[in-house]
């Protein structure tokens, strides 16, 4: 489709306007649209005794939705800075989609944009919009300003259930759980996203038995069973994330029993729901049911891939995930960072040294991934596993930040291997710094010693971990729990 006006008919701002509605989908014809607008001087400002008075903020208001649809979403940012310099005054239209670009911007631009946007719905005399309020509620959420979500929802004198999902959702990022299920319950209308809400809630507070037994107990809500509510992907996805991250074998029942219930209701299976309920069996040790979903989706993401090449890794297939990710390229797929943790822990744990380091250099050489972290870490196990302890060292000097407990705790481990004892009482002492409630360092390092008949030193760490009150976590067997 094509925009082709006459001039005569070119100079008219409501012919205009009625095609930015019409074409708002249409990327193309929008600019073109635009630049008309600019040239005829329509969105420059206009004299108020004209009828045309709302005429530039309604143009300015299409042409935000218009940008905030397709490729070029931040030119909503600079379209409404124009309209504030051609004094154009944005009305309660305006905002919500404006402060809904700010909220998806990154924190730091998100922080910096906000509350000016604030106050200019403030000095419109807009502040009691509801629209307006609950765009900001999510902004807050998003930026974790939760005392400022609360302020703006406190103002809402009847809360709609998306302004309560919204403050619903800004409670659980700011882990008051409490506050969240007390609004839940006082709401007299929810919906799937309230429910999937507290779920999301749960599991990210690493509450994760309780997410799921609120999965539970939204299954056999009356809502549900008559079908007024219906759990969607992202219930689906949050419950089974839960899932995958809960130890015993309890999880792994439960993840089952949803998955019976995806068949048997006939849900959509989407890429994201595949992609869970892979890294669930995966993580459980149930690879033929991870193989088994894999290899019948259709469509796969990357993070689909991902997960299976993961599973693989961890499950003793390191061969399977590498040859797995050789494929994932030869699809046409770019992998992520995700995609080299996987491989070069799979790399670490067959000990394939320079086919790992060399994952490690691609990440950015070929396929624009800055290492982060959790790269080095693995770098560092890698390394470690293979007795290369004064390697591994030294690359921890070179990294370009300080190690954090990750990156130490994989060379500690590999101490503990090795039996490097000095350096491993080095290490671990660096550890203790930043993890001194870690019942683990204190075992390793009591281990290390013990392994080199050092019963001195090996006791000094049990009794320094009973008078620092620390106890070690019991283990627990999937086995007995059945």
Not at 231 to 253: I, K, M
Not at 270 to 288: H, P, Q, R, S
């Amino acid at each position: 489709m094509t925009v082709r006006l006459q001039r005569s008919y070119s100079q008219s701002p409501e012919l205009l306007l009625r095609l930015l509605q019409g074409l708002i989908k249409h990327p193309k014809q929008i600019k073109q649209v635009h630049s008309l607008l600019i040239t005829n001087g329509h969105l420059l400002p206009c004299s108020n005794a004209s009828n045309l008075k709302w005429m530039a903020t309604l143009l300015y208001n299409s042409l935000i939705r218009g940008y905030l649809n397709f490729v070029e979403p931040h030119k909503t940012l600079l379209i409404f800075t124009h309209m504030l310099a051609h004094q154009a005054p944005p009305n309660n239209l305006t905002f919500p989609s404006i402060i809904k670009k700010a909220a998806s911007c990154s924190p730091s631009l998100a922080f910096m944009i906000g509350t000016p946007l604030h106050i200019h719905v403030i000095k419109r005399g807009l502040s009691h919009d509801l629209f307006i309020q609950t765009s900001l509620v999510v902004l807050y959420a998003r930026l974790c300003k939760v005392s400022d979500a609360c302020r703006v929802f406190e103002e809402i004198s009847r809360p709609c259930v998306v302004s309560s999902n919204a403050m619903l959702d800004a409670l659980g990022k700011n882990g008051d759980m409490g506050s969240a299920l007390f609004l839940f319950e006082s709401m007299p209308e929810r919906d799937v996203v309230s429910w999937t809400s507290i779920i999301n809630g749960f599991g990210r507070n690493r509450c994760f038995e309780e997410a799921i037994q609120f999965f539970v107990k939204m299954m056999g809500h009356e809502d549900v069973r008559s079908c007024l509510v219906k759990p969607n992907e992202a219930t689906f996805v949050s419950v089974l994330s839960s899932c995958t991250n809960l130890d015993g074998v309890g999880a792994l029942h439960q993840g089952k029993q949803i998955h019976g219930y995806i068949i048997r209701n006939e849900v959509e299976f989407t890429v994201f729901m595949g992609t869970a309920l892979i890294a669930l069996y995966g993580k459980t040790g149930c690879l033929e049911n991870a193989m088994k979903i894999f290899n019948g989706m259709v469509v796969k993401g990357v993070c689909t891939w991902n997960a299976m090449i993961s599973s693989l890794a961890c499950n003793g297939r390191e061969k399977q995930a590498l040859d797995l990710f050789e494929k994932m390229k030869m699809q046409g797929l770019c992998p992520d960072e995700v995609t080299f943790v996987a491989v070069i822990t799979a790399c670490a744990r067959s000990k394939f040294v320079v086919l790992g380091l060399g994952f490690f250099q691609s990440m950015w050489c070929d396929f624009g991934v800055v290492p982060r972290m959790v790269h080095y870490g693995c770098v560092v196990d890698l390394l470690g596993r293979a007795g290369l302890l004064e390697e591994a060292t030294e690359f921890i000097k070179r990294m370009p930040f300080e190690p954090d407990a990750t990156v130490l705790g994989a060379l500690l481990g590999a101490c503990k291997v090795h039996g490097a004892i000095e350096l491993g009482n080095e290490v671990g002492r660096r550890l203790l710094e930043l993890q001194p409630h870690h019942c683990g360092r204190y075992v390793t390092l009591s281990n290390i010693y013990a392994g080199g008949e050092i019963w001195g030193h090996a006791a000094d760490w049990r009794k320094a971990m009973t008078e620092a009150g620390i106890s070690k976590i019991p283990a627990y067997s999937m086995i007995d729990a059945m």
